[in-house]
Structures are given as C-alpha cells and as structure tokens.
C-alpha cells in the first residue's frame, strides 16, 4: 500500500493567499484526521471524518479553516486568507482501526 | 476529551542502554493506546499499540508497559541504537469519538 499520501510536501505563500492541502488515505480506511504541527502547540487536531463526514471540526482555529471530503479517497484542507500564524506543518492521516492511525509525510506551510 | 503528560522532554542514552519514556492520561479509555516514532521531516510513524486490559505489549526491542489503575503508560526501547534517535510520541484515545490525544513528544538522542 502506498500509505496517506498528501501534497504538496512544500508550501510557500504570502499573506492573504488562498492555500489548499490536500491528501489521499489509505484505500479502505474509514476515517480521516487532519492535524497541525508547531514547536510551541505540539500536534493538534483539527478536524475528522468518518465515512467521508466531518465528525468533529471543534480544533480549526478559526473560520479561515474549511475542510472537506468529497469521496473516500480524497480530501483538502483549505486556509483562506492565509496569514504567517499559519505557518506549521499540516498532516493528514487514516484510520480503519479505532485509534490507530496512519499519518502523510505532512505538509510544510510557510506563510509570508 | 483527554489530557496526556509526556516525559521527559528530551533523553540521552548510550548506545546499547535502556531508554524509558513516561506517560500520563486523565479520563479511563478502552481503545488503544500508540506511540509514534517521529524523524526530522517525516511523519510520526506507528511504533507500537496497547489495549488497557493488557500489561505489556513488545516488539522486537520495543516494549509497552500499561498501569491502568495509576493510568500510566511508558515506552522502553532495550539496546538502544543510535537509528533510534527521532521524537517519540505516546497518545491516548478521547472518551468517546474516534480521536487521538497526542503527548508533547520526547526527543531521544542515542550516543554511539
């Protein structure tokens, strides 16, 4: 199995641009996690889906953030306007098992 | 929700030593209980998993110890190498919904 597969791996932007991550689960896998990583606030949810429905978006920080998954092999995480406290590393992960999940090699926003 | 507390922060073993990583969780879960393995650039990795109605759990050099009276858990990784060097996570299941509570992670830096 190719495993979560997200892209692209590398973002740069400036302030105000619309930036759109996307990632592929693992075939089969029920469930999709996206999550944000920074130095200062470790690994934070932000939203999940079971079967393609968003289960629990209470982490997106603002309403800048949108979410979707329009089938189950696909979905986006979108940050319009972006702004330079975006800037982490954004990983998507799956899950077919309960709590075991299966993260991407992540995408590294830099927003300036 | 749960709330996890992960120590130490950072370790430094000699290479073939006994590294123990230490986590704590808040609120009785019955799912399992991973940790990832985490290198520079990458995405955390699934190391190893355990239920709550089971003690200990090993692999190869890596082994879970589970308290669930004291609702502790800790990682030992025996002969330890210098390929071990990465940021380990443990992370606990939420008390309801399908998600994960990630600890602040543990740099551990094995020493040839």
């Known amino acids: 199995d190719a495993g979560v597969i997200q892209s692209p791996r590398h973002e740069v932007t400036e302030m105000g641009q619309e930036v759109t991550l996307r990632c592929k689960p693992i075939?089969?896998?029920?469930?999709l996690f996206w999550y944000r990583q920074t130095m200062m606030r470790g690994l934070e949810l932000l939203i999940y889906?079971?079967?393609?429905?968003?289960?629990?978006d209470s982490g997106m920080p603002e309403d800048r953030f949108s979410a979707k998954m329009p089938n189950a092999s696909f979905s986006t995480l979108k940050i319009q306007p972006s702004e330079p406290r975006d800037s982490a590393v954004y990983f998507c992960?799956?899950?077919?098992?309960?709590?075991?999940?299966?993260f991407g090699a992540g995408t590294r926003l830099s927003v300036l | 929700q749960q709330q996890v507390k992960q120590s130490p922060q950072s370790l430094i073993v000699q290479k073939g030593g006994i590294s123990i990583i230490n986590c704590a969780y808040e609120n009785t879960a019955f799912d399992y209980f991973p940790w990832y393995q985490q290198f520079p650039g990458k995405g955390p990795a699934l190391l190893i998993a355990i239920r709550p109605d089971v003690s200990e759990k090993k692999e190869g050099r890596f082994t879970i110890s589970f308290n669930k009276s004291a609702k502790q858990f800790s990682l030992h990784i025996m002969d330890s190498q210098p390929g071990d060097s990465a940021t380990y996570f443990c992370?606990?299941?939420?008390?309801?919904?399908?998600?994960?509570?990630f600890g602040t992670g543990t740099r551990l830096t094995v020493i040839p």
């Open positions: 075939s089969g896998h029920n469930s």
């Open positions: 992960a799956s899950s077919l098992t309960r709590n075991i999940q299966y």
């Open positions: 992370a606990a299941p939420g008390t309801g919904a399908n998600n994960l509570f």
């Open positions: 889906f079971n079967n393609n429905v968003p289960i629990d």
